[in-house]
């Protein structure tokens, strides 16, 4: 099964489930989008380079990724990613913001599965053994026999167990990325790996979403595991729907960057284009190192750059939002969570970004997302980085 004709279907949704005031693309503009020039160049690329980043960690005497180091360091027991049992999807949770204790608690098994993957993934990369690179690929090869996510529908697995798949899905991907290469043999298990992504991938897929998880955060949540799933397996229809979501982000954006999608989330509004902006700025990683910089995307004089420079000094100030989430005073408790803020390390290494991130990371370093690609400072920040910031 392909992705063929997704990009088209996905057009109908954004021409209809727009909501006042958003200028997402009509149908006939998305069908006649042609991301034809996007493949996939190198499969085993990544969304780092895992042999030069060990080469420099190996050596490196900048303070904060020696102390990212020392927090990776400790490692994490093979038996803490066999302890989570492989989760068909079939399953119905708990709504996050109608129960979120009942939701906590039925999310705390993906929560450990994604920190112990992520974490052994990111011991694997400065280990002298292939031990922790060996467990990742055994966890996840017992998810892939599990048949995880196949049994997905939304009839009966609900919403919020298809938003739970999004997150545990690129935390497998990114884990898998950084292992795949540097575990000799178990070709079998990551073949099975690879065929199961795919598989889950495809599934989840299957569901375009509503009015509005069709084409905001959700969106780009789904286009983060569709670019890495599509680069781990080759394929350019899942790589080419993770790129669609900077296009259709960048489409969409107001003149000053603002997503009008985040926007109506109201006293959310700030959170949401965080958390929305930091997806986009992994797809745009991904497909960096597959040699295609989405930063050239534009259309009216806007960009990525234009949604990221928003974001910057919405996180600086929450209640630049008010123009345009109607005033309401905007919740802050995402400003204390280091997770939302892993995505400065990427908007860092853009010159015209950089001073602003560099504030913003300040005392979050080293940063931390259990599920998108985990140690995002030891995996990206330049060495001396904070000083050049401040120049």
């Known amino acids: 099964m392909r992705l063929s004709g997704r990009l088209i279907s996905l057009a109908a949704v ?3 489930g727009a909501p006042q005031g958003a200028t997402a693309m009509t149908l006939e503009q998305r069908a006649a989008l042609d991301l034809s020039q996007y493949r996939v160049t190198d499969p085993d690329a990544g969304y780092f380079d895992v042999e030069a980043r060990r080469v420099l960690l190996a050596s490196t ?22 302890a989570t049992p492989p989760f068909a999807g079939d399953a119905q949770m708990n709504m996050f913001y109608e129960d979120n204790s009942a939701w906590k608690e039925e999310v705390s098994q993906f929560h450990d599965f994604e920190d112990a993957i992520s974490g052994l993934a990111a011991a694997q990369l400065i280990s002298k053994t292939d031990a922790n690179g060996k467990c990742v690929i055994a966890a996840l090869d017992r998810w892939a026999q599990g048949k995880a996510f196949l049994s997905f529908k939304l009839e009966k697995s609900g919403l919020q167990t298809w938003f739970q798949i999004e997150s ?44 509005n998880t069709c084409c905001n955060n959700h969106f780009y949540r789904r286009a983060v595991y569709a ?54 700025a992994y797809i745009a990683q991904i497909a960096k190192r597959q040699g295609y910089d989405l930063y050239n995307v534009s259309k009216d004089g806007r960009s990525l750059d234009t949604i990221i420079d928003y974001a910057l000094k919405v996180d600086a100030d929450p209640a630049l939002v008010a123009p345009h989430s109607g005033g309401v005073k905007q919740a802050t408790w995402f400003l204390k969570d280091e ?25 979050r370093r080293p940063a931390y997302n259990r599920s998108l690609g985990g140690f995002a400072t030891l995996y990206f920040m330049e060495p001396g980085g904070a000083a050049r910031g401040e120049n």
């Open 168 to 211: 545990t899905l690129f935390a497998a991907a990114f884990a898998f990325s950084v292992v795949r290469d540097e575990v000799p043999g178990m070709d079998a298990e990551k073949r099975r790996i690879e065929q199961w992504l795919h598989a889950a991938a495809l599934t989840h897929l299957s569901y375009d979403g509503g009015p």
């Open 227 to 280: 670019a890495m799933i599509g680069v781990l397996t080759k394929d350019d229809d899942l790589f080419r729907y993770g790129v669609s979501a900077v296009y259709s982000a960048v489409d969409e954006a107001g003149p000053d960057g603002a997503l009008p999608r985040e926007m109506e989330r109201k006293d959310r509004a700030a959170h949401y284009h965080n958390y929305a902006t930091m997806y986009l």
């Open 61 to 82: 005497t900048d303070p904060i990724l020696r102390q990212a180091i020392a927090r990776v360091r400790p490692g994490v027991p093979c038996a803490a990613a066999m």
């Open 339 to 363: 997770q939302f803020f892993t995505w400065l390390e990427l908007a860092a290494q853009r010159p015209q970004h950089r001073r602003a991130a560099l504030e913003l990371l300040g005392a």
């Open 14 to 16: 954004l021409a209809l």
